[in-house]
């Protein structure tokens, strides 16, 4: 006994009466190569289209039996016996089919590579949406990111005074100004930005982030939710600039991580602001009073948890060409 199986339409009736095992000879390849050049001239499988056809195993009886004898029939009128008339020779018929193969081939090949690209595309943008565009490329490249340092960089930290017991019946806020600098990380309402990395921009880290954090304020203080109008929603963010190191933790699914004390201090800021106000170290004032833009009041000398006393300021506004000779706004 064997099993029925669909390849064996292409064996010849004195090999299949006594498969297993495999025989082999001249006559038998003739006859299989036939039922190839029929599969390509009525572009369909072998006996299907028999109108005494019913099954595989019936077929493969019919065959073995050999009285009478079982062969596929070519169809008159069909589109072989149409391109043979046309043509009047067998091989341009089959030389024309296969020129429409090889093209139809090429034309799924294209398609299958536009496809790949397409989705090789999304995956970069999604890489692209986790890890800063330098980085992402080079791992894209195969290359390794090295941890470095950075001599200089502005971390915001920010926090949704009251978050815990809003967030069941309120949904996620959404910030749409972050542009220049890169979004390190989001736990909860708690937001991590950072900016001076991985591409160095001088001092200019500070005023990204410093106008960042003004533009969120005015954000917050114009959001309405939509099912609690009556509540206002409050913000708590703080900065601090300083020297970090940055590099990539993980292989399945790699994050871009910062490490050192100007992280850690940037979230004390946060932690020990107020709510509604932008609590900045006195690092980021010195950098920030070089740009002679930004209105910048003293909080004072506060004890900050694993730092001690230190003296922070509150950032107040930016004055522009557009604001100039407007009332700012107070502190709240």
Same mark, same amino acid.
């Given at each position: 006994m064997y099993v029925s199986l669909p390849e064996l339409l292409w064996m010849a009736p004195e090999h299949l009466r006594v498969y297993p095992p495999r025989q082999i000879s001249q006559s038998g390849d003739v006859y299989s190569f036939a039922i190839i050049l029929y599969e390509m001239c009525t572009r369909t499988?072998?006996?299907?289209?028999?109108?005494?056809?019913?099954?595989?195993?019936?077929?493969?009886?019919?065959?073995?039996?050999?009285?009478?004898?079982?062969?596929?029939?070519?169809?008159?009128?069909?589109?072989?016996?149409?391109?043979?008339?046309?043509?009047?020779?067998?091989?341009?018929?089959?030389?024309r089919r296969m020129e429409q193969y090889a093209n139809n081939l090429e034309g799924l090949v294209e398609a299958k590579t536009q496809a790949f690209l397409d989705e090789k595309r999304r995956s970069e943008e999604l890489l692209y949406q986790v890890l800063p565009r330098s980085v992402a490329n080079q791992l894209l490249t195969g290359k390794s990111v090295n941890p470095e340092a950075f001599d200089s960089v502005t971390v915001y930290f920010s926090d949704i005074v009251g978050f815990t017991s809003m967030s069941a019946v309120s949904t996620a806020f959404q910030e749409s100004v972050v542009r220049a600098p890169f979004r390190v990380e989001t736990i909860g309402d708690a937001y991590m930005v950072v900016s001076g990395l991985p591409e160095r921009n001088g001092i200019e880290h500070v005023r990204q982030i410093a106008r960042m954090s003004l533009t969120i304020l005015r954000n917050v203080r114009q959001f309405v939710i939509s099912h609690m109008p009556q509540t206002s929603l409050k913000a708590r963010i703080g900065l601090h600039s300083g020297p970090v190191c940055a590099g990539v933790v993980g292989r399945k699914m790699p994050r871009y991580c910062l490490f050192g004390? !100007?992280?850690? =201090?940037?979230?004390?800021?946060?932690?020990?602001?107020?709510?509604? +106000?932008?609590?900045? /170290?006195?690092? $980021?004032?010195?950098?920030?009073? !070089?740009?002679? =833009?930004?209105?910048?009041?003293?909080?004072?000398?506060?004890?900050? +948890?694993?730092?001690? /006393?230190?003296? $922070?300021?509150?950032?107040?506004?930016?004055?522009? =060409?557009?604001?100039?000779?407007?009332?700012l706004p107070m502190p709240i």
């Open positions: 499988e072998p006996y299907t289209d028999e109108t005494w056809y019913q099954s595989l195993d019936d077929t493969l009886r019919r065959i073995k039996r050999g009285s009478p004898c079982v062969r596929p029939t070519l169809k008159e009128g069909g589109p072989f016996a149409q391109d043979a008339s046309a043509s009047h020779n067998v091989m341009d018929v089959l030389l004390d !100007t992280v850690n =201090t940037a979230s004390r800021m946060e932690s020990s602001g107020e709510a509604m +106000k932008i609590q900045i /170290s006195d690092e $980021t004032r010195t950098l920030l009073k !070089t740009f002679e =833009t930004f209105v910048i009041t003293k909080r004072g000398i506060i004890e900050v +948890k694993g730092k001690g /006393s230190m003296t $922070t300021y509150w950032l107040i506004d930016e004055i522009t =060409t557009q604001n100039d000779g407007l009332d």
